[in-house]
């Protein structure tokens, strides 16, 4: 007889049903520690302000929590992106909140009285959607399997903890149907069908075994899903699964200011001896804690990172698992009272003599912030990474002799070059570029030209800041320079660590540029632009700064400068780290490349804000490195895949790092010549194949210089 | 070991070439955009008072003769973890020869106390004379040892080596004394922890001016210096030719001697 109604009996067949609502307890108390352990580390941590802009930050958490923004995204893997590893991810999560959607209704119905689980939506929802999102769960673990057991990348953390988890899902999943494909076959279910996997499973039962049997092997197994069920959810918050609250905690608690404004600001004159910098896990903040937990071992971090990448010891990932393990293992010391920090050792140091942690490693960070911009859970690892240099450089003045020679050179003569021969001002050589101090009145100008250390001391880039000069002028833009009286603006100390000489060098600016009266600042320089755009407003100065990419676009969109003699070699454009991923401008340059060739602009497997940082930041263009883990070959590689002749780029430090790339990949000696001669493309534009062939020969150019190539003003011609 | 080092500020020798100029009626150089920094051989010395005093102990002074702006070089000897600091203040000091210089330090030396070892750099980085520290050690009456390279205290001696220029030398020397330190690779100077240079700020600094070091004016210094120039490079590329290599080779030398005969 067909009951009137769909619907199924809640607790068929199930022996001591109470006994579930006894085991409840224990799961919830055992689960519930789990995640109280870790909250109580948490409130130990430094203090960090990140309560402000709720509505900024639910919004973060719906796109990359539920929404699952950035674990959809593609992963990069040594300038490749890796098969799509998001998907099984995907399919889990979407399973289990359809199946814990399903388990409410059968407590609502059961506990509360009410009768929703019937008719139509009984079989629409309850029966075939669960079902069937239930069949995606599985789906989703056998991938995850097949990458975790076969496949096996790199990136992951193969840890037993990581296949119990797997497993664990699998049975909870697997055993679910089970119990639903024996009642359904021991009851003689007539909305079977319905449950279209639990129906195969019952068919196929029944063709085996007799009803009875079904029965009383639904009664066991529906105890052991049960259990299972209950102890896997005790389990997960003592396991990186604990990601299903901290993960969307850590990304409320994000740091809204991007990359550029996330160091953390230091006090010299209020506390004469806390230490400097972090080289000790009880000084960190709460946030950095929350952070160590919320990471779910992807290994995304890692696998963008470019010095790992380049065969570094490097590993944001190992970093933070370093971390976290060292959190939980001092778990203790972390809760005792708090120590007065007067010249006591570290009571959980950080700094290992080897691995992740180890100061080698941190010294081969070059700032590119890949790893922050991957992370699904918005950890901040590049923070942890220059607090610890911070201690090492201010504490112990320990650092690559190459850096601390750049470091004294900075001290001494403002620019991070030493034994230079060039002057400020040898570029403006033949041009008439108006000078500060030489003005009768600095105030009229409109715009200072903060020409920067890496352009003005190294003479490749002379051309670049040429070229902008001239540009400017041709435009009728009113500029000047600082000419000798410029000084670096501190980016290189306060990567490399020197926070102290960094806020003096910025205060010492900040007197300059208000002596002339500056507001408006243009640069040709990422690193200068990012420094005063986001660092000196930390320190009490606020300029209108633009990079030159995005002033002179603003000056070709006002026809101030027109490209009437545009080339037509193939150019592909490099994106800076602090120009894009810092300050996400990615589309100024690319308007200047495209108006400046009327060949093709490919672009590189890994650009914009999945660029592939040059080697260069964070200090280390000052330092020699190991021939083959030099980043900027990795790089100079990618960009000569694309089988462009010219890579475009708008950083001084970019420029050298991808020439001396460029030249080593290719067997080319650097060009002296500024004004070298485009290689002709390895083939025309228009004959440019699908597959492209990889260039042989390839020069590296500002967009200003292709910009002014391509301006009837330019002489060139 | 008591041990005084004395540090000399001049005009950043690294800076371009195209930034130097000199005042040639004041007989100077000017300083212009360039930074003032430590004599670096005055940083070798103070180097290697720094591991004198890691190794036995001591006490290190530093002093220096200069205008205002020699705080610096003193108070980031300070943050390299110099225990005292004293400054003669001398508006005149860039324009004093060896002997004036030895004659003010000998008379702050003497005022500051007694040392038991007063370390100089080998020379300084502007003028490159070299003599203050033999000067110094005349009119302190004290021996004096130049170009040390490492000294070690040895029950209450000093063994020294020194650089010459067929070797090294070693000396056994009973305090005081007065050294030149040169340069090696062993005496490159430390760089200060941020904290030192922080708290090198909050060091009491003896400043003394010159005038209160009753020296007696005199007008016999031995030096005196007369005119000073930039001297004016000219370069020129010429390319010889021929025919095969040989006969540029053989152009080349002749044009090589030619060239020699006509300067010498």
Redesign the interface.
Known sequence: MMPAEATREIFWNVPFPWLMYVLLVPTVVVGGWGLYRRLRLWRTGGPAMRWDRPKERLALVWRHAVGQGRTLRRAYSSGRASSSSSVFHLLITVGFVVLTMATTVVMLDHDFGTRIMRGGFYLFFQSLTVDLFGALVLVGIGIAMIRRWLQKPSRLVFTDEASAILIAIFVVAASGFLVEGWRIAATHDPWGPWSPIGYLIAQGSLAVAEPSTLTTAHAVVWWGHCVVTFAFLAWAPYTKLAHVVTAPLNIFFANLDGHAASLRPMD?EAD?DAT?GVDDLTKMTWKDLLDLDSCTECGRCTAACPAHTAGKSLSPRDIVLGLRDLMHDGAETLLAAPQDDTDNAPALPILQQTGALSAESLWQCTTCAACMEVCPVYIEQLPKILDVRRYL?????EMPPSM?DA??SLE???HPY??????RI?WTDGLDVPVMSELDDPGEVDVLLWVGCATALIERNHSVVRSLAQLLQHAGVSFAILG??ERCNGDAARRMG????FETMARKNQALLERYGVEKIVTPCPHCFNTFKNDYPTVGGDYHVEHHSSFLAKLVDDGRIQSTQAAEHNVTFHDPCYLGRYNREFDAPRQLVQISTHGRTPEMEQSRENSFCCGGGGGLSFTEEPAEQRVNRQRASQALATGASVVGTGCPFCMTMLEDGVAAVTGDLPSDDAAAKIPADSMPADSMPATRMPAKRMIVKDIAELLWDATEASPDT | MNILVCLKQILDPDIPARDFRIDPERREAVRGSADLVTNIFCENALETALQLKDAHDGMITVLSHGSEEAEDVLRKALAMKADEAALVLDDDAAQADPLQAARVLAAAARKLGSFDVIMVGRESGDWGVGQTGGLLAEELGVPFIALVEHLDVDEGKLRIRRQTDTGTEIFEVTPPVVISITNSENNLPRIPKTRDVMKSYRKPLTTIAVADLSLTPSSDSYFRLVEISVPEKETRCELVEGHNLEQRIDAFAHRVAEIANTTR
Do not use: H
């Open positions: 010299f004469d400097l450089t201010m504490e112990e003045a601390a470091m004294t001494r003569r403002g030493p034994g230079t021969r060039l002057s040898d000798r009286e020197n926070e102290f000489l």
